[in-house]
């Protein structure tokens, strides 16, 4: 019997927003940050932008005081994605903001444009920005929560017949709803493998499989809610294995 790897998620639990915070024995309660936090007029402008072709590059346009730099990263940028929902700007002084930008795993990477005590200006990228910012971003802003894409849908069960390494079969993943409302499970098959997964579903969210027309040998759990979308899970077939892979 042919054993076919599978990297398997745990159960998953829903967060608020799509950051990975760091852990510690003493970790201050910022929970409330994002709630208490208001950003600031700009005394400058930030400018955000992709090239076409390109989905791992970003570049960043900072202008203020009659001066401007530019700086370009490389950065896995989440797929079929509108263009809006990539990136949010939070000022938090005038000559200082913070840009949050989705990943293709759906966590979020910051940057950030600032003046320094000489003056000259500054792109860098940040680990982990001050609680307020990110929770005002990610929670209040909705970066992390994308609008349905006209090339994805959202579905309860998709199947497609692929072809992956040597191997031909139909690829399956199911949501099952369950007696309890506050979750699903997931189902995935894939050339005599497979596995079952829980969802958490808070309430007011909708749990599917969203897939997307030109990528058929992959799709994501998402959960909607008012148009918007969270990816969880990421569930796709390569080189005739099955994959799941945990988002959160």
Not at 116 to 129: A, E, F, M, R, S
Not at 134 to 153: D, F, I, T
Not at 186 to 203: K, L
Request: glycine residues 6%.
């Amino acid at each position: 019997m042919k054993v076919w790897p599978l990297l398997l998620a745990a159960t998953l639990f829903f967060a608020c927003g799509p950051r990975q915070e760091p852990v510690s024995n003493e970790v201050e309660d910022t929970s409330s940050a994002g709630e208490a936090f208001e950003p600031v007029a700009p005394a400058g402008k930030v400018s955000v932008s992709f090239p076409v072709t390109d989905t791992t590059e970003i570049k960043i346009l900072f202008e203020i005081n009659g001066q401007k730099k530019e700086k370009s990263f490389e950065l896995p940028l989440a797929i079929d994605v509108e263009e809006k929902d990539l990136y949010r700007l939070v000022w938090d002084k005038p000559n200082s903001c913070y840009i949050g930008v989705l990943k293709k795993n759906r966590t979020t990477r910051y940057y950030h444009a600032s003046v320094d005590d000489k003056g000259y200006l500054q792109i860098n990228h940040v680990g982990t920005p001050p609680a307020g910012v990110w929770q005002y971003a990610e929670n209040r802003m909705g970066l992390g929560k994308v609008s349905v894409s006209a090339k994805a849908k959202l579905e309860e069960t998709y199947k497609k017949n692929l072809k992956s390494g040597t191997i031909i079969a139909d690829f399956i993943v199911r949501v099952i709803p369950l007696a309890s409302k506050d979750s699903v499970h997931i189902y995935a098959e894939f050339g005599g493998a497979n596995r079952t997964i829980s969802q958490a579903v808070p309430a007011g969210y909708k749990a599917g499989v969203l897939v997307s027309e030109d990528k058929p040998a992959a799709c994501f759990i998402a959960l909607e809610k008012d148009g918007q979308l969270l990816n969880t899970t990421e569930i796709k077939v390569e080189s005739g294995h099955l994959q799941i892979n945990n988002l959160r």
